[in-house]
């Protein structure tokens, strides 16, 4: 089955640290991999995501992610967050050439910024 | 810069009555989907839609579920008897083609099923 695992609910930082929020998949076919950040009662917004290419993903507000097929991975980082950084994080992967169109979400990790 | 938007935010109905979720997708996007996300659970797929008609559905997608797209603009789930297990919040999304491209998600609605 394919699965997206966040281990980590919480991670609470203090702003100017730098943050790496975990995530791994298990999936038999290839997938795309997505970050989505939710901010208090506002919808899913779209971080960044990695389709193929370059293994290191840019996307908007400084934050960055990694591919590392061998661990099954797509950790998000951010070299020093900022107090409106605080939001959940979502993980996603769609599976390519399935003829699947859904993601499978991870089970998000809440990021708490404090000064 | 064109967004998803959803109506209502929040809807409170008895348990055994019909609720109608509204969502209007960006205007030139071609695959529609509803998501819902049960409180301090993962967000689920429920179902996506293209060209009319359903082309996935998940198992949470039963007969009580259904969706439509009435006009050129409005994409709606319907639940037809709301059960208690129903309260979530549900994320409309759409996206210009398939195949993983980027799925754009609304506000969403919270549902609460009393």
């Known amino acids: 089955a394919q699965s997206v695992t966040q281990l980590d609910s919480q991670v609470p930082v203090f702003e100017e640290a730098p943050v790496e929020l975990r995530c791994n998949y298990s999936s038999s076919v290839s997938v795309y991999l997505f970050w989505y950040v939710q901010y208090p009662n506002q919808g899913l917004q779209l971080l960044l995501k990695y389709l193929s290419g370059s293994t290191l993903v840019k996307g908007i507000n400084g934050f960055e992610a990694e591919f590392n097929k061998s661990q099954t991975s797509f950790h998000l980082r951010k070299p020093s967050v900022h107090i409106s950084d605080t939001a959940e994080y979502f993980c996603a992967a769609f599976l390519m050439n399935t003829g699947f169109q859904k993601l499978v979400f991870g089970t998000g990790t809440r990021l708490l910024v404090s000064p | 810069e064109p967004e998803v938007t959803q109506t209502p935010s929040h809807q409170v109905t008895q348990m055994g009555q019909e609720v109608i979720l509204r969502c209007v997708p960006i205007s030139n996007h071609l695959y529609f989907y509803w998501y819902r996300q049960i409180l301090g659970q993962k967000v689920e797929f429920l179902v996506s839609?293209?060209?009319?008609?359903?082309?996935?559905k998940s198992e949470i997608f039963d007969d009580q579920f259904s969706v439509e797209r009435p006009d050129g603009s409005n994409f709606t789930l319907k639940i037809r008897s709301t059960k208690l297990e129903d309260s979530a919040m549900y994320f409309c999304?759409?996206?210009?083609?398939?195949?993983?491209?980027?799925?754009?998600f609304g506000p969403g609605t919270r549902l609460t099923v009393l």
């Open positions: 999304a759409s996206s210009l083609s398939g195949g993983g491209d980027t799925q754009y």
């Open positions: 839609f293209y060209n009319n008609e359903i082309s996935e």
